[in-house]
């Protein structure tokens, strides 16, 4: 039984659903991986989630993410929103409940 969550971003009218499951550290955004996200300037704020957490939080994590609605910006807060949430529910979800007991 594969783990995983489901969340959703929003930034304004854009809506980003992120699906984490387990896996070996990549991250997509419909489809292309996240470090092909235009425009540049912008893709340092979709990092942001992994910067601060650190990227051994999400070694053992596929994250793929489907983005709609909005403009350029407003889709990229989405991401970022979405990538922060879904690590946090899947760390909350199966890594947190394991180590209480």
Known sequence: ESQSVQVFGKKKTATACAFAKQGRGLIKV???PIENIEPECL???AFEPVLI???DK???L???IRVKGGGMTAQI???RSA???S???YYAKYVDESSKN
């Open 30 to 32: 419909n489809g292309q």
């Open 43 to 45: 893709r340092l704020k």
């Open 53 to 55: 957490l650190g990227q």
């Open 58 to 60: 999400f070694a053992n």
């Open 62 to 64: 596929d994250i793929r």
């Open 77 to 79: 807060y989405a991401i």
């Open 83 to 85: 990538i922060a949430k």
């Open 87 to 89: 690590i946090v529910a």
